[in-house]
């Protein structure tokens, strides 16, 4: 059973960085792509970034493209959302997300394992 971990969250200013970890347990991941989500208040669950174990691969959407770094550590298999210049609109619950894939995809629905999230909240 995959279990997927989510911390690192918290309170920050704008401008200000976080990085979040997902600690991942419960299966070989070579063969997964591992996603970060988030959801604001009123909002549905959006795409943030992805990565591919097996390459390194990664894939980002727009809005944190440039701001926002996606990374793992094969030793503690741990996926890092590092996140800059924070933005009051990055206020969220942010998920880390599984699949077994050989592409990153975007939909939420194509993700079968969820962490339990961590809010992420960034004062203007």
């Known amino acids: 059973q995959v279990q997927l971990v989510e911390s690192g969250g918290g309170l920050v200013q704008a401008g200000g960085s976080l990085r979040l970890s997902c600690a991942a347990s419960?299966?070989?991941?070579?063969?997964?792509?591992i996603g970060w989500f988030r959801q604001a208040p009123g909002k549905e669950r959006e795409f943030v970034a992805a990565?591919?174990?097996?390459?390194?691969?990664?894939y980002y959407a727009d809005s944190p493209k440039g701001r926002f770094t996606i990374s793992k550590d094969n030793a503690v298999n741990t996926v890092y959302l590092q996140m800059n210049s924070l933005k009051a609109e990055d206020t969220a619950v942010y998920y880390c997300?599984?699949?077994?894939?050989?592409?990153?995809?975007?939909?939420?629905?194509?993700?079968?394992?969820w962490g339990q999230g961590t809010q992420v909240t960034v004062s203007s």
């Open positions: 997300a599984a699949r077994v894939a050989r592409l990153i995809t975007i939909p939420t629905r194509n993700y079968d394992y």
């Open positions: 990565i591919k174990w097996s390459d390194n691969s990664t």
């Open positions: 419960g299966r070989t991941f070579s063969s997964y792509v």
